[in-house]
């Protein structure tokens, strides 16, 4: 490295780098992790630092080189085609230089975007596998930010850390040493203006730091505003309540502060390289001022002063960036760190190495003896990924205590109760979003913990309250279920769900976007794609968790009617919050407190006169008596 602005801009913002992280203590194993990572790409990497250390030795070889021109010159040695000669070496150098330079650049885009590529896909496939526990606890711009920031982070220690010390200490090594056999007493008094410039730079630095900082969290605070305020619930939120001037004024407050960090950032910055700028010019002055002497006086030649003075500017430069190096290394290792700590925590709900497949002739559901709590946060998540995260006092709570029934095949068996009561809990435990901790769960007759998630997900198609759609075109969003289905058996789908005139209707058909969660969509309509997605996959059995509960009742008949049609011949497990919904189910299931207090038909329950008469009671009370009212 040399004395060009991008040797000052590399060591400022090396300044600019949270001293902290020097303090964090790292996990035993990290560097050799680390070192993991790296293995696939060291041929990469020899060619890598072979390059680098190649640079630095022609970085050297140059000033030495000028310095024999000048002495030629001088007419001190030589003859005028040694001048031409070296000349050409000169520029031959050049060109190795600048081969050398392509070189660098390519070897250190392939390991680095390696590095990116494996380390991205390591993780997006490990959260894919972590439960659904955690990612109700997790906050996802944290999670987004180890995806990206962190690994780019990471990504930087084999490229610009690394090249950065290598060439670094070559370069400072092999300038000094040849300075020193020229001139120890000029090299000497060069080296005293060095604190003049670092001592400032570190104040600076920890200025710069403080900016950088409170830079990053007014942007994570402005990102995450836009965030919640750019997508449709958020857009509906600010309108609905009339805040769009008051949310307009806080953000722009927010970018204001922004704006003057910048302008901030960039005085200091300037004043940074100013001041490298002034030290290597006075440290100049002074080699051409004592060399000059020196070589009037006969005890240097002038090619040894060209020499000095070029070799001074490449000091300078690898002295600044080496004094906060550890900064930079560490800054890398916790980047590393903070990726590993993703792929260390183990998915609660893993397949066993001789798991088998639920059968697919066999479409029961049996609950035996069930219970269930939900696994603490340390269990599922990292505090570092939450928004907040507070210590939980106490053990897990049971939210199902010894719940048992049995759906056999092709049967509707329906759940009913107050919010809360653990209905959505117990279907979860069906295509194992969670797993029991007491009791044992069997689909088709097998374990769900012995089960192949593969299998257990193909035979198990779900339809929730909420259900979601991806940004994207309905054909997308249906094949999402069903990859290989052809169109026939797409448009056969949304025939059965009652939605198919409607797309045909529509002027790009199935090619229609339907908006961010599916909200170019009526609630109905959203629904209705839903089911059509299920159908399309054709699973043996299907959950409905209260796929009516928030429509209309014009919405409400559609769907009713496209649920007949998913739910003909399969097994079902409905939760109902409208009993009108579920009063031909074959088997109905009170839940009270995580407990199932009532079982029977609709008849049965009606005259049982218990919890279920009483709901039943509750929500056609006020129905019946209107009607009697217009009779």
């Given at each position: 490295m040399?004395g060009?602005?991008?040797?000052?801009?590399?060591?400022?913002?090396?300044?600019?780098?949270?001293?902290?992280?020097?303090s964090?203590?790292?996990?035993?194993?990290t560097v050799r992790?680390i070192?993991?990572?790296?293995?696939?790409?060291?041929?990469?990497?020899?060619?890598?630092?072979?390059l680098?250390?190649?640079?630095?030795?022609?970085?050297v070889?140059?000033?030495l080189?000028?310095?024999?021109?000048?002495?030629?010159?001088a007419?001190?040695?030589?003859t005028?085609?040694d001048?031409?000669?070296?000349?050409l070496?000169?520029a031959?150098?050049?060109?190795?230089?600048?081969?050398?330079?392509?070189?660098?650049?390519?070897?250190?885009?392939r390991?680095?975007?390696g590095?990116i590529?494996?380390?991205?896909?390591?993780?997006?496939?490990?959260?894919?596998?972590?439960?659904v526990?955690?990612?109700t606890?997790?906050?996802?711009?944290?999670?987004?930010?180890?995806?990206?920031n962190?690994?780019?982070?990471a990504?930087q220690?084999?490229?610009?850390?690394?090249?950065?010390?290598?060439?670094?200490?070559i370069?400072?090594?092999?300038?000094?040493?040849?300075?020193?056999?020229?001139?120890?007493?000029?090299?000497?008094?060069?080296?005293v203006?060095?604190?003049?410039?670092?001592?400032?730079?570190?104040r600076?630095?920890?200025?710069?730091?403080?900016?950088?900082?409170?830079s990053?969290?007014?942007?994570?605070?402005?990102?995450?505003?836009?965030?919640?305020r750019?997508n449709v619930?958020?857009?509906?939120?600010?309108?609905?309540?009339?805040r769009?001037?008051?949310?307009a004024?806080a953000?722009?407050?927010?970018?204001?502060?922004?704006?003057?960090i910048?302008v901030?950032?960039?005085?200091?910055?300037?004043?940074f390289?100013?001041?490298?700028t002034l030290v290597?010019?006075l440290?100049?002055?002074?080699?051409?001022?004592?060399?000059?002497?020196?070589?009037?006086?006969?005890s240097?030649s002038?090619?040894?002063?060209?020499a000095?003075?070029?070799?001074?500017?490449r000091?300078?430069?690898?002295?600044?960036?080496?004094?906060?190096?550890r900064?930079?290394v560490?800054?890398a290792?916790?980047?590393?760190?903070?990726v590993?700590?993703?792929?260390?925590?183990?998915?609660?709900?893993?397949e066993?190495?001789?798991?088998?497949?639920v059968?697919?002739?066999?479409?029961?559901?049996?609950?035996d003896?069930?219970s269930?709590?939900y696994?603490a946060?340390s269990?599922?998540s990292l505090?570092?990924?939450e928004?907040?995260s507070?210590p939980e006092?106490?053990g897990?709570i049971d939210?199902?205590?010894?719940?048992?029934?049995?759906?056999a095949?092709?049967?509707?068996v329906?759940?009913?109760?107050?919010?809360?009561?653990?209905?959505?809990t117990?279907?979860?435990?069906?295509?194992?979003?969670?797993?029991?901790?007491?009791?044992?769960?069997?689909?088709g007759?097998v374990?769900?913990?012995?089960?192949?998630?593969?299998?257990l997900?193909e035979?198990?198609?779900?339809?929730?309250?909420?259900?979601?759609?991806?940004h994207?075109?309905?054909?997308?969003?249906l094949?999402y279920?069903r990859?290989d289905?052809t169109?026939?058996?797409?448009?056969?789908?949304?025939?059965?769900?009652r939605?198919?005139?409607?797309?045909r209707s529509?002027?790009?058909?199935?090619?229609?976007?339907?908006g961010?969660?599916?909200?170019?969509?009526?609630?109905?309509?959203k629904?209705?794609?839903a089911?059509?997605r299920?159908?399309?996959?054709?699973?043996?059995?299907?959950?409905?968790?209260?796929?009516t509960?928030?429509?209309?009742?014009e919405?409400?008949?559609?769907?009713?009617?496209?649920?007949d049609?998913a739910?003909?011949?399969?097994?079902?497990?409905?939760?109902?919050h409208?009993?009108?919904?579920?009063?031909?189910?074959d088997?109905?299931?009170?839940?009270d407190?995580g407990r199932i207090?009532?079982?029977g038909?609709?008849e049965?329950?009606?005259?049982?006169?218990?919890?279920y008469?009483?709901?039943?009671?509750?929500?056609f009370?006020?129905?019946?008596?209107s009607?009697?009212?217009?009779?």
């Amino acid at each position: 490295m040399d004395g060009s602005p991008m040797t000052s801009m590399a060591a400022m913002r090396s300044f600019r780098r949270d001293p902290s992280v020097t303090s964090r203590h790292l996990p035993k194993g990290t560097v050799r992790r680390i070192l993991g990572i790296a293995r696939p790409y060291r041929r990469e990497l020899t060619f890598f630092l072979l390059l680098v250390i190649g640079s630095s030795v022609i970085g050297v070889i140059t000033p030495l080189l000028a310095g024999g021109i000048v002495n030629r010159i001088a007419g001190l040695e030589g003859t005028a085609g040694d001048i031409v000669r070296i000349a050409l070496l000169i520029a031959g150098l050049a060109v190795v230089d600048a081969g050398i330079s392509l070189g660098t650049r390519w070897f250190s885009a392939r390991i680095g975007e390696g590095v990116i590529y494996d380390l991205r896909s390591k993780v997006f496939a490990h959260v894919q596998r972590m439960p659904v526990a955690f990612f109700t606890r997790t906050q996802t711009g944290a999670l987004v930010s180890r995806l990206n920031n962190d690994v780019v982070g990471a990504q930087q220690a084999f490229t610009s850390t690394l090249s950065g010390v290598v060439s670094n200490v070559i370069g400072l090594v092999l300038t000094a040493g040849v300075m020193l056999t020229l001139s120890w007493q000029i090299t000497l008094l060069s080296l005293v203006l060095v604190p003049l410039f670092v001592l400032p730079a570190r104040r600076i630095g920890r200025r710069l730091q403080e900016i950088t900082r409170e830079s990053y969290e007014l942007n994570a605070s402005m990102n995450a505003t836009m965030t919640e305020r750019f997508n449709v619930a958020g857009a509906l939120l600010v309108k609905l309540f009339g805040r769009p001037a008051v949310e307009a004024e806080a953000f722009s407050g927010r970018a204001a502060r922004v704006r003057d960090i910048g302008v901030l950032s960039a005085m200091y910055g300037r004043t940074f390289f100013t001041a490298l700028t002034l030290v290597a010019a006075l440290a100049t002055a002074l080699v051409y001022g004592l060399g000059g002497y020196l070589a009037f006086t006969g005890s240097l030649s002038p090619g040894d002063v060209v020499a000095l003075a070029l070799l001074l500017s490449r000091l300078y430069g690898p002295l600044t960036a080496l004094a906060n190096v550890r900064v930079d290394v560490m800054s890398a290792m916790v980047s590393f760190d903070r990726v590993f700590e993703v792929l260390d925590l183990p998915p609660m709900i893993r397949e066993i190495p001789d798991a088998v497949a639920v059968p697919v002739d066999e479409r029961s559901i049996e609950f035996d003896s069930v219970s269930f709590s939900y696994p603490a946060a340390s269990d599922v998540s990292l505090p570092s990924l939450e928004e907040v995260s507070l210590p939980e006092h106490g053990g897990p709570i049971d939210v199902l205590h010894d719940v048992t029934f049995r759906v056999a095949p092709g049967q509707m068996v329906a759940l009913v109760g107050h919010s809360g009561a653990g209905k959505s809990t117990i279907a979860n435990l069906v295509p194992r979003l969670y797993d029991a901790t007491g009791g044992t769960v069997r689909v088709g007759g097998v374990d769900v913990r012995e089960a192949t998630l593969a299998s257990l997900r193909e035979a198990i198609g779900v339809v929730s309250q909420d259900a979601h759609l991806f940004h994207d075109t309905m054909r997308a969003n249906l094949l999402y279920a069903r990859p290989d289905a052809t169109d026939e058996q797409v448009w056969e789908a949304l025939a059965g769900a009652r939605i198919a005139e409607l797309v045909r209707s529509l002027p790009e058909g199935l090619d229609t976007v339907v908006g961010d969660r599916g909200y170019r969509l009526s609630g109905g309509e959203k629904q209705r794609l839903a089911i059509a997605r299920v159908l399309l996959k054709a699973p043996g059995i299907v959950i409905l968790d209260e796929a009516t509960a928030h429509l209309d009742s014009e919405s409400e008949a559609a769907v009713q009617h496209a649920l007949d049609t998913a739910l003909a011949g399969r097994t079902s497990l409905v939760i109902a919050h409208r009993l009108s919904t579920i009063r031909s189910a074959d088997q109905i299931l009170v839940v009270d407190d995580g407990r199932i207090v009532e079982s029977g038909t609709h008849e049965e329950l009606l005259a049982g006169e218990g919890r279920y008469a009483d709901l039943y009671r509750t929500q056609f009370a006020d129905g019946d008596r209107s009607r009697a009212a217009v009779g």
